[in-house]
């Protein structure tokens, strides 16, 4: 089944979610590395709780944990330092209620920790250490993983 949604677009939502709560002094802007990680979180919560991809992009299993391309070429100009919201990052797609229902649990859950915090994590699960280094990280490792360790039942 074909996705609604491209990465970018859902990183869009991340990094305008995001921003509302700097707004209230409640976050401070993500980082690349930080936004990839949510990417890789929502895309396993999405594969469990649906059985359908958020978004097509390959994961792909990096030295640094998954990643997805398409958004870090996008936005590696900003180097380790946050990405700043612009108006073009505002959320143009239509989101099911689940989906931002997912999504917002997801920033919820893991956007309360830094870049490196996610990061580790990412390293010491299953779907990132199964897969060699630069391959594409399987949709269906991921499902399988979200739905044992992340997903109730």
């Known amino acids: ?13 991340f990094i305008s ?15 690349n590395l930080k936004l990839q990680k949510l990417l890789y979180y929502a895309q396993g919560a999405v594969l469990a709780i649906t059985g359908s991809p958020l978004f097509d992009d ?11 391309p398409t958004v870090y070429h996008l936005y590696k100009h900003n180097g380790r330092n946050g990405i700043p919201f612009t108006d073009e990052m505002r959320v143009q797609e239509e989101y099911t209620q689940e989906e931002n229902g997912i999504l917002e649990d997801v920033y919820n859950e893991f956007g309360q920790y830094s870049a490196w915090k996610l990061r580790n994590m990412t390293h010491e699960e299953t779907p990132w250490q199964s897969t060699p280094k630069n391959d594409v990280i399987s949709q269906a490792v991921i499902a399988e993983y979200f739905k044992a360790n992340y997903v109730e039942a």
């Open 58 to 68: 390959d994961i792909v299993a990096w030295e640094h944990g998954p990643v997805v």
């Open 1 to 13: 089944m074909k996705a609604n949604h491209t990465a970018v677009d859902v990183a869009r939502w």
């Open 17 to 31: 979610h995001n921003h509302v709560k700097a707004m209230l002094d409640e976050a401070d802007d993500i980082s």
